[in-house]
């Protein structure tokens, strides 16, 4: 995690780095690991909740780099960069 920090903390400094592959690449790992549950933006402590900066700072330059995209749903369609979540189905009750 701590190479995913590094990078995502220099593309924050250096917007110009939004537009290298690795950069784009890591961004885009964080928020796939956001999705999983692996890592959070914000999380408990002894001393109450801490805001991992770096991860909320990839969350904002996930935009940037995502193009717009035309989504259908159903009857409904959608303009996002973003893909609706589909929530896994454990088959638990």
Same mark, same amino acid.
């Given at each position: 995690?701590?190479?995913?920090?590094?990078i995502?903390?220099n593309?924050?400094i250096?917007?110009?780095? /939004?537009?290298?592959?690795?950069?784009?690449? $890591?961004?885009?790992?964080?928020?796939?690991?956001?999705d999983k549950g692996?890592?959070r933006v914000?999380e !408990?402590s002894q001393?109450g909740? $801490?805001v991992?900066?770096?991860i909320k700072?990839a969350?904002?330059?996930?935009? !940037?780099?995502?193009k717009?995209?035309?989504?259908? $749903? %159903?009857i409904?369609e959608?303009?996002?960069k973003? !893909?609706l979540?589909r929530?896994?189905m454990? %088959?638990k /009750?």
């Amino acid at each position: 995690m701590t190479e995913l920090k590094t990078i995502v903390e220099n593309a924050w400094i250096n917007k110009d780095l /939004l537009n290298d592959l690795e950069t784009t690449k $890591v961004i885009k790992k964080v928020i796939s690991e956001l999705d999983k549950g692996t890592i959070r933006v914000a999380e !408990p402590s002894q001393a109450g909740w $801490v805001v991992n900066e770096w991860i909320k700072k990839a969350v904002v330059m996930y935009f !940037p780099i995502q193009k717009m995209k035309t989504y259908e $749903v %159903g009857i409904f369609e959608y303009h996002d960069k973003i !893909p609706l979540k589909r929530k896994k189905m454990s %088959g638990k /009750l």
